[in-house]
C-alpha cells in the first residue's frame, strides 16, 4: 500500500550537513503525515520530526530543534530531513515512516502509531 526508503545518509565531519530523502511508493503518499525516527546503537527508537500532509504543519523534537528542517514534495512521493549544524550524537540509523489519516488532530510522535516503515538510513557524525 505504501513503500518507503530512505537514502543520503554518510558521513560527515561535526558541523556538516545532510539531507535525507524518503521516497515512497503507493498512490495514497499525499494523505499521510511523515515522520522520522532514528536509533542509535544501544538505545531505543526515538522520534525525530513529522510533517502534515500539506506540509504546512511541522513538529521537531527538542534535540533537533532550528537544526532540522523538513519539507515535503507530494508530486515526487518524497519527504526530504535537512540536517545542518550535525552533531555526534546525531549518529543514528534514521527511519521515515508513514501514519494514515484517521482523524488524528496533533503530529503522531509515537512509533505505534505509525503504519509503515523504511529500512533505514545510516547517519555517522565524526568528532
Known amino acids: 500500500q505504501v513503500q518507503l526508503v530512505e537514502s543520503g545518509g554518510g558521513l560527515v565531519q561535526a558541523g556538516g550537513s545532510l539531507r535525507l530523502s524518503c521516497a515512497a511508493s503507493?498512490?495514497?503518499?499525499?494523505?499521510?503525515?511523515v515522520g522520522w525516527f532514528r536509533q542509535a546503537p544501544g538505545k531505543e527508537r526515538e522520534f525525530v520530526a513529522a510533517?502534515?500532509?500539506?506540509?504546512?504543519?511541522?513538529y521537531y523534537t527538542n534535540s533537533v530543534k532550528g537544526r532540522f528542517t523538513l519539507s515535503r514534495d507530494n508530486a515526487k512521493n518524497t519527504v526530504y530531513l535537512q540536517m545542518n549544524s550535525l552533531k555526534p550524537e546525531d549518529t543514528a540509523v534514521y527511519y521515515c515512516?508513514?501514519?494514515?489519516?484517521?482523524?488524528?488532530?496533533?503530529?503522531?510522535?509515537?512509533?505505534?502509531?505509525?503504519?509503515?516503515w523504511g529500512r533505514g538510513t545510516q547517519v555517522t557524525v565524526s568528532s
Open positions: 515512516a508513514a501514519h494514515r489519516p484517521r482523524g488524528t488532530v496533533v503530529l503522531p510522535r509515537n512509533i505505534d502509531e505509525y503504519d509503515y
Open positions: 510533517i502534515s500532509w500539506s506540509g504546512t504543519t511541522t
Open positions: 503507493g498512490r495514497t503518499f499525499s494523505s499521510v503525515v
